[in-house]
């Protein structure tokens, strides 16, 4: 089959673009050439296409310009067997882990964003070079030090005069899109792995941006995390693994790869070199997010959603994918991140106690979780996860974090019979190990099987129909505490069910409960209260009213809606309340034990 080639130039990242070009022999007539709309791992279409300027397509010594046959997808006028060169730049500003990024500090992308696919050629072999000039090694924001490649791909590189190229080999396009790219200044360290046959296995974390992080800090930290993965599910889907990380001021996000993964963190979540023997709250966040994205190496990427497995690459990154099974695989995930901190002596047991009291006060102060099932968030994906609005939290939950109490509650049920959740995942490892192509795609019929095999099939039906088909109320209190977890429980009104911050213009509305005092006055998000009773608003005046006013007292509201003013009476009496809760436990939990 003969090889892609592709070609990104970027002597215009001073603009944020790269001049790409695909050359490749046609195997059929008038061949398509399409992109991706949304990239693994998240679950929104991003049309890609939109940053893609018009196609044209050279063969022999004629050039045409590419007929738009679809948003993603053009067609080229050929014969089969004709050798064709297609050429268009790619605007790439996003800072995201998703799409592209190039300026003068750094050249990142993933292929999704960046590589059309031939339609039919999808398998062939691929050849990328990366021309990279000297203007960009050169620049004087890299403080005189030199960038270099981050990659998982097998690469070289290759200096010239004026430029240097890197060359990049996938065996496929969906090897390719897995497989992101940086090229910066970075700091970092490698370290090994060790499987249960007691090979090592190479791990690299690569660090770019202004920061000052302690490495050897972060060295240890996450080498335990990834042992303890490695101890647990015996060995590993990959070769070696790269973790690529930006540090910021304020950005955050990660997403996984086939052996990589891809980060973007503030840089105050680093540790520091005063970081306590205890990590920070903040040093917490990252090393979840660290935690969290490489176990889906495993937990996506080689056990996944049936539905993520179709062959038809075309097919499968043209259009929504939809599957109910979402809560399995990030909110087990959600689950696992913290808890590995812990069982791999990266935190305290009170920390992950404090973790897992934010992830239950979350839930508790979700007003959808009473309207949505579980199964139905990771189905919505598409149309509401990545598109938040001011009514989110009263209309759905989150598969993140009500999957990562579904797993909770899962786990102690399953230690009830003398079983863990991590036994449940290692046996669908297995399972993937087990077939040619090293995947399993899971499906609510094959899982059930599966629990059926951990669990007496009534246990694991009511299990599943009450709080995962179903609206029940999470049985948290009960679980929790016949596992040793003291659990303290405070309630904290929400002035009369409004969630507000002070600014400089007024007191704006961030969020109304449904059913509530001020959503009963006609108030929204986004509204900017100025005054109650003819005195200004303020967040401290909203809580003083509401601890204040009787049922039958009305306030007197003038607030803007846009830029017109309007005036409300809101009904004093009862605000809405949210239950909190803090866990403590006096010795240690044996459901938190090393349970590998």
């Not at 690469?155 to 430029?163: N, P």
């Not at 509204?527 to 003083?544: P, R």
């Amino acid at each position: 089959m003969s090889k892609l080639h592709y070609t990104l130039d970027f002597q215009r990242f001073r603009e944020h673009l790269a001049d790409v070009s695909l050359t490749f022999t046609a195997h059929t007539d008038n061949p398509t050439v399409w992109l991706p709309t949304w990239i693994a791992g998240s679950y929104l279409i991003r049309e890609f296409a939109k940053n893609i300027t018009a196609l044209t397509a050279k063969i022999g010594d004629k050039t045409q310009r590419c007929k738009k046959i679809h948003k993603n997808a053009w067609q080229i006028l050929a014969k089969q067997g004709d050798i064709i060169t297609v050429n268009y730049e790619v605007y790439a500003y996003d800072l995201s882990v998703r799409t592209a990024y190039f300026d003068q500090t750094r050249l990142y992308g993933n292929f999704s964003a960046l590589a059309v696919a031939i339609l039919g050629q999808e398998n062939a072999p691929i050849l990328v070079e990366l021309i990279c000039p000297n203007a960009f090694l050169q620049s004087p924001y890299h403080d005189g030090f030199e960038p270099t490649l981050a990659t998982a791909l097998p690469d070289k590189m290759h200096q010239q005069r004026t430029q240097t190229i890197y060359q990049l080999t996938a065996n496929n396009y969906e090897e390719l899109t897995d497989s992101p790219f940086e090229i910066a200044v970075q700091d970092g360290f490698e370290f090994e792995v060790f499987n249960q046959y007691k090979q090592p296995i190479l791990h690299r974390f690569l660090l770019s941006g202004k920061h000052s992080a302690d490495l050897e800090r972060l060295h240890d930290d996450i080498a335990k995390i990834c042992q303890f993965y490695v101890d647990w599910l015996g060995d590993t889907p990959f070769d070696d693994y790269t973790f690529m990380t930006l540090a910021t001021g304020n950005d955050y996000g990660g997403l996984e790869h086939l052996s990589s993964t891809s980060l973007v963190t503030p840089r105050d979540d680093l540790p520091s070199y005063q970081e306590k023997a205890e990590p920070s709250d903040n040093y917490q966040t990252f090393l979840g997010l660290c935690s969290h994205e490489y176990f889906h190496a495993w937990w996506v990427k080689t056990v996944c959603p049936s539905a993520m497995e179709n062959p038809d690459l075309n097919q499968l990154f043209s259009r929504e994918t939809n599957t109910n099974l979402l809560w399995v695989f990030e909110g087990f995930t959600s689950y696992f991140d913290d808890f590995v901190l812990q069982a791999s002596g990266v935190i305290s047991q009170d920390s992950y106690l404090n973790l897992l009291a934010k992830q239950i006060n979350r839930y508790f102060q979700t007003q959808g979780r009473e309207l949505q099932t579980l199964a139905e968030s990771g189905y919505d994906a598409w149309l509401k996860l990545y598109r938040p609005d001011e009514n989110s939290a009263n209309a759905g939950v989150s598969y993140y974090n009500k999957g990562a109490l579904v797993a909770l509650c899962l786990d102690l049920t399953l230690k009830q019979h003398g079983k863990r959740l991590l036994n449940v995942v290692k046996h669908f490892y297995q399972l993937a190990k087990q077939n040619p192509s090293a995947k399993f795609g899971m499906t609510y019929e094959n899982l059930n099987s599966v629990m059926y095999e951990f669990l007496p099939k009534q246990v694991w039906d009511n299990f599943r129909e009450n709080y995962i088909d179903g609206l029940t109320e999470l049985p948290l209190y009960e679980l929790l505490s016949e596992n040793g977890v003291i659990i303290k429980q405070r309630f904290e009104n929400l002035a009369f069910g409004i969630k507000a911050i002070d600014e400089p213009y007024g007191l704006k509305i961030q969020r109304v409960l449904r059913n509530s005092q001020a959503s009963q006055a006609g108030l929204s998000a986004n509204d900017v209260l100025l005054a109650f009773d003819n005195i200004k608003a303020s967040e401290k005046m909203l809580k003083q009213l509401a601890l204040n006013q009787g049922e039958d007292d009305e306030i007197l509201c003038h607030f803007f809606r846009r830029d017109e003013l309007m005036q409300t009476c809101i009904q004093g009496g009862g605000s809405p309340r949210f239950e909190i809760w803090q866990l403590t436990a006096t010795e240690k939990l044996e459901f938190l034990a090393k349970c590998v």
